[in-house]
């Protein structure tokens, strides 16, 4: 291939901007050099094999469901002919605005002893007591792993059904005149083709999943995470938390590795997306069956804790807090905004120079600065301290030594943490989403402009951003939600009288008053949904 | 394509430290203590001094966060829960001695630091709740191991701070043979795996999940207040326990100022303020924990559960054994 720009500047600013991102993680790794052996041998003995299992089993339960969700119902939403088609393409994103540990604690009002349902049961049957019959209890490792894939499903099923529909309908018909029928030829040629798409999807939930907090902790499924807090905030020691979550950054490197490996060499490029689309044609057993399973989804997801949330504040709803409610959300917008816009800005250069550039390691940008991802949000905060505490030291140092007042800590003490952290945190979405557009871009349209004599900068302004516009559009909403719904990062780091609606919700339902944060939640959700909706309108 | 981002970033930049300011007279706090508690007090406050209060409201990760900020820490008063929180600010060397007449008069003795590095709030007893259908009945932790008690008690996280404190009592008391034991037979005995929040225990209760559980003292009352909780507590007895020997575990809220705390005057002001007769009023009534000032009285509901002999074991003692406490929870697998 034909690098189109071998410029040493752009080079030099993409690794230097890489480093920068990569540093937390740096801090983060060196910390856990000064683990105490002593402290992890009694771990080792005591907790720790069975944390380990149950992190894997966990992360296995989760990608598993998520994908079984996302694939199938982007594949009934793109291949059939269901019914209210429009509607369910995009009802299947909205699960995605919810928190996983806001609908684990509505899901378990709902299916409690005390909850609703069970009452129902026990006044149809008569039962007494816990004893006279057998209930499914949702607070264990699989209530877990079905919560988090009820709203992590959206990721797979976003960019599974993207992949589906920008396949080569070429390649499609091919197959059909091969002699395959419609279903064949799904299963045999557009999967396979959309692996990449599953893949990036897949290790995107098998992180969130890894550093989720709030979920496990609630439902008392110890994890890795849960083995990181102890170290940390129980026994005091950051060193050992840092080489815990070194080895759990470590595990989900090598899950991230060994899916990129396998998928080395699969081209999935396309000219001509959507042409004539054929679509199977459901009988009406499937159709049936199809519409449970997709409806059953956007209900689980999102409809049903929805309600609950709305009668929740019906039943307690009071006017006075409602003006706090709108200047936290104003904060939640505000972070969220700014670390979605810059994640995706930096996602686009990264991805841009390793489609472009003629360096041996142009992947290398994207590569690392998706290490972040892996980190869970309490531990990147600490990093996030330790890296920026010192500069704000040196910043301070100078400033007193040149004799001028103070200026406090302007970097760790600030939204600027926050953000940092977020990007951080969040760079690995939007690389994933960005690489999977550009990727999408025939290379052709790379050299045609330049065959033209439109200058590099030119083609990537009037062909290949609005050629991404859409991909540019869902990077930047999928860092927005996932940055409303941010906790621990939030929690730690927060400036002065500064509080987001995740921050404000997550402190009154933890104290079991979920319903007196029941109205900040609904916020959560509508936030996370606004884009969403406009996504599904600019189309 | 860079140029861009480097513009943006750096107006994202000022945009984002701009939130920084620093007013003329405020005092900055760092709470692990609730809005709907502190904010009260720290309005009337303000209402008397004029002097402005900034919180950050945290649920975990104070130490580590002072520890980092260091000398330039914006900092003045830490207010917290727990004992040993309190005892390892110190011990990390986060917090300064503050020595006020004030606060040497109207706290006692066992319940400030000697050297004034802290000093408690409030108190709080480690309730045993037990339901009413098991009828009135007298119980010390170390009953909670009885064979009889399989499967009918509740805990939430052993680990939880409340519960470590308990631990490193009993540990105090019995040594950690004993007391690893006692541990893993309670942990036999637990109706299910430990979780949720020591409400949620009594909403077990109230299930017939199980007949007994752990709690602090406020819970009792927080739950009598609340319209859906209080079916909860209304199925359960607050009991004192080891009134025939040493008494009640105690935990304490407390306060501490931070060593590089920038107005430390402003902050010794808002100490004093807050064992001052109508801040420990505030804590009792807002909060039903009992005020560590003589004299001021409890709140009605609390004062109707009773008197009870508490444990006079020095508070620095739990605190020193709470890192033996938390190796044993881990040795016996109490949240496994």
Known sequence: MIALNNSKTWTLSNYLLALVLLIPVLVMLFGGLTASTQLFLHLWQSVLPRYLENTIL???????????????????????????????????????????????????????????????????????????????DLRTLSGAALMLALVLFPYVYMLVRGAF??????????????????????????????????????????????????????????????????????YGDLGAANA?????????????????????????????????????????????????????????????????????????????????????GINSLKVSVIAATITVFIALSFGF???????????????????????????????????????????????????????????????????????????????????????LIPHSLDYAPASLGVSFKGSLIKVHIPLLTKTIFVAWLLVFVEAMKELPVVLLLRPFNFETLSSQVYQLISDEMLEQGALGAILIVIFGLLPIVLLNKSK | MFKRLLTLSLTSLLLMTSDSAYAAEEVNVYSYRQPFLVEPLFNKFTELTNIKVNVVFAKKGMAERLAREGKYSPADILLTTDISRLVELRDKDLVQAVNSTILDSAIPTQYHAQDNTWFALTTRVRNIYSAKRLGKINLNYEDLAEEKYKGRICSRSGKHPYNVALVASMISEHGEAYTLDWLEKVKANLARKPQGSDRGQVQAIHQKLCDISLGNSYYFGKMLKDDKQKVWADEVYINFPNQDNRGAHINISGVAMAKYAPNTKNAKALMEFLVSEPAQLLYAETNMEYPVVKGVPVSTMVASWGDFKADGLSLEKIAKNRKAALTLLDKAQFDL
């Open chain 1, 353 to 439: 120079y390793q489609r472009f550039h003629a360096n041996k390691f142009r992947h290398l940008p994207l590569r690392i600065s998706g290490f972040g991802y892996a980190i869970p949000g309490t531990v990147l905060a600490m990093a996030m301290l330790s890296t920026l505490g010192p500069v704000d030291h040196w910043l301070n140092d100078i400033a007193s030594y040149a004799g001028l007042t103070s200026p406090g800590l302007i970097l760790s003490g600030s939204l600027f943490a926050i953000i940092f952290a977020l990007v951080v945190r969040f760079l690995a979405i939007a690389n994933g989403t960005v690489v999977n557009g550009i990727n």
């Open chain 1, 58 to 136: 966990l992360g296995f339960f989760v990608v598993l469901l998520a994908v079984f969700f996302g694939v199938i119902s982007a594949a009934i939403i793109t291949q059939t002919n269901i019914l209210c088609k429009s509607l369910l393409r995009w009802l299947l994103l909205l699960p995605l605005a919810m928190p996983a540990y806001l609908i684990a604690y509505l899901y378990t009002d709902l299916f409690d002893y005390a909850g609703p349902v069970q009452r129902t049961l026990r006044d149809w049957f008569g039962w007494q007591s816990p004893n006279d019959y057998w209930f499914f």
């Open chain 1, 244 to 328: 815990l979550a070194s080895v759990l950054m470590l595990l989900v490197l090598f899950v991230v590795l060994a899916e990129q490996k396998s998928r080395k060499g699969v081209r999935h490029q396309s000219s001509r997306p959507s042409i004539n689309k054929t679509v199977i044609v459901l009988t009406a057993s499937q159709q049936f069956f199809a519409s449970v399973f997709c409806w059953g989804l956007v209900a689980a997801g999102f409809l049903v804790p929805l309600v609950m949330l709305i009668i929740m504040v019906v039943d307690y709803s009071s006017v006075n807090q409602f003006s706090l409610l709108v200047s936290t």
């Open chain 1, 165 to 234: 529909e920008q396949q080569d309908q070429n390649l499609i018909k091919a197959s059909r005149l091969l002699g395959l029928t419609a279903k064949q030829s799904f299963l045999r040629v557009a999967l396979p083709l959309a692996r990449p798409a599953i893949g990036i999807s897949a290790s995107l939930v098998l992180m969130e999943t890894l550093a989720d907090f709030a979920t496990v902790q609630y439902f008392s499924v110890n994890t890795l995470t849960t083995a990181i807090y102890d170290t940390w905030l129980g």
